[in-house]
T-cell receptor, first 112, second 116 residues
Framework: GDSVTQMEGPVTLSEEAFLTINCTYTATGYPSLFWYVQYPGEGLQLLLKATKADDKGSNKGFEATYRKETTSFHLEKGSVQVSDSAVYFCALFTGSARQLTFGSGTQLTVLP | NAGVTQTPKFQVLKTGQSMTLQCAQDMNHNSMYWYRQDPGMGLRLIYYSASEGTTDKGEVPNGYNVSRLNKREFSLRLESAAPSQTSVYFC???????????????FGSGTQLSVL
């Protein structure tokens, strides 16, 4: 079945550091890929998405590129801020699964 | 600007007790969902509803029932709570008229449930 594997956390960075959170997937068909973010005490929010190979999703300084050849969708940000501290979830959707499949989440803490 | 509202935010139950988690959305969305979030396991779909009057099982439906009361409201019921149901529960909604086409979900802030 479909699955998403995320880099295990927690990840702790200093402000202005470069961020990478790895995400790889296994899916039948051609999935759409997503990153959701969960700030403390809140529900998940869509951060960015990509719907086909080589697409780049971007939002709030975060980027992720859909790499079909490596089945990956790694999240990157060039300079993190304290306000980026949250849990980040990679997810995929395929028509065969009829639902979003989430990774286990990666806790990011950014220190001032 | 409420979005998706869940109640209660916290609940402690004893094994065998029953309770209903409430969810309402004010975005006129067609599809609604219930997920549970467990450490190291991400979010898993319990049930979803693509439209008023219809519900379908997700990945982990056992021990739960749902009701799509109207377009706005989607409740989750635990008839006889078990410790394995200790989790954080999230309700979500999407505009899509078909849950098969789900992309962007809007989530509530969650219910933390402990079953002793």
């Amino acid at each position: 079945g479909d699955s998403v594997t995320q880099m295990e956390g927690p990840v702790t960075l200093s402000e202005e550091a470069f961020l990478t959170i790895n995400c790889t997937y296994t899916a039948t068909g051609y999935p759409s890929l997503f990153w959701y973010v969960q700030y403390p005490g809140e529900g998940l929010q869509l951060l960015l998405k990509a719907t086909k190979a080589d697409d780049k999703g971007s939002n709030k300084g975060f980027e992720a590129t859909y790499r079909k050849e490596t089945t990956s969708f790694h999240l990157e940000k060039g300079s993190v801020q304290v306000s980026d501290s949250a849990v980040y979830f990679c997810a995929l959707f395929t028509g065969s699964a009829r639902q979003l499949t989430f990774g286990s989440g990666t806790q990011l803490t950014v220190l001032p | 600007n409420a979005g998706v509202t869940q109640t209660p935010k916290f609940q402690v139950l004893k094994t065998g007790q029953s309770m209903t988690l409430q969810c309402a959305q004010d975005m006129n969305h067609n599809s609604m969902y219930w997920y549970r979030q467990d450490p190291g396991m991400g979010l898993r779909l319990i049930y979803y509803s693509a439209s008023e009057g219809t519900t379908d099982k997700g990945e982990v439906p056992n021990g739960y029932n749902v009701s799509r009361l109207n377009k706005r409201e989607f409740s989750l019921r635990l008839e006889s709570a078990a410790p394995s149901q200790t989790s954080v529960y999230f309700c979500a909604s999407s505009e899509s008229a078909s849950a098969r086409a789900t992309e962007k979900l809007f989530f509530g802030s969650g219910t933390q449930l402990s079953v002793l």
